[in-house]
C-alpha cells in the first residue's frame, strides 16, 4: 500500500507518526479540508502531468489553479495532466492519495508559489484517507523538489 510507503518514508525522520489517517475521504481539496478541519486553501494539492514518457508533479494550494501560460512557459510544454489509468503506475500512488513523499524514481517535484503564503500545509501522503501537516521548507526538503514556480493563478 502506497500510505505504507511514505510511512516507512517518514521513518528515516522520525516522522512516521505524523501521517494523520481519517475514517473519512480526503481524496478531494474538500474532503481534505473537511477532514482536516482546515480551509481549502491550505490543502497542498499534487497534480501529476505528463512529460515525454515520465511524468512531473506539481504542488500547488487546494485554491490555486494551473494557468496554462505560465505553465507552457516554465516547462516548455503544454500542461496536460496524465490519464487517471496512468497515475499509479508512472507516480507510485493512486489518484486521491498522490503526494510528492516515496514517489517513483524519475519523477520530478516542483512546488506552486501560492503555498508560500501559509505557515504550515496538508499534503497527502499515499492514500484517499491520509495528510501530513508541514512547513513549506519541510515540503521542499521531503518532496525533494527541483524547484519553486509560478504556474498557478486564482490565489492571489
Not at 524514481?105 to 501522503?125: I, N, Y
Request: aromatic share 10%.
Amino acid at each position: 500500500m502506497a500510505i505504507e510507503k511514505v510511512k516507512e518514508f517518514f521513518a528515516q525522520f522520525g516522522r512516521e507518526a505524523d501521517v494523520l489517517e481519517f475514517e473519512v475521504s480526503s481524496a478531494t481539496v474538500e474532503l481534505a479540508a473537511l477532514a482536516l478541519g482546515v480551509e481549502g486553501k491550505r490543502i497542498a494539492k499534487t497534480m501529476s502531468f505528463a512529460k515525454d514518457d515520465t511524468c512531473i508533479l506539481v504542488v500547488a494550494a487546494g485554491d490555486a489553479r494551473v494557468d496554462n501560460a505560465k505553465f507552457k512557459h516554465t516547462f516548455g510544454m503544454k500542461a496536460k495532466m496524465l490519464a487517471f489509468d496512468d497515475v499509479e503506475p508512472l507516480v507510485g500512488h493512486a489518484v486521491g492519495g498522490v503526494c510528492p513523499f516515496a514517489i517513483n524514481d524519475g519523477v520530478e517535484v516542483f512546488l506552486d508559489e501560492s503555498l508560500k503564503r501559509f505557515d504550515t500545509v496538508f499534503p497527502a501522503c499515499g492514500s484517499s484517507n491520509s495528510a501530513i501537516e508541514l512547513t513549506c521548507e519541510e515540503l521542499e526538503k521531503y518532496s525533494a523538489a527541483k524547484a519553486w514556480v509560478d504556474v498557478c493563478k486564482n490565489w492571489e
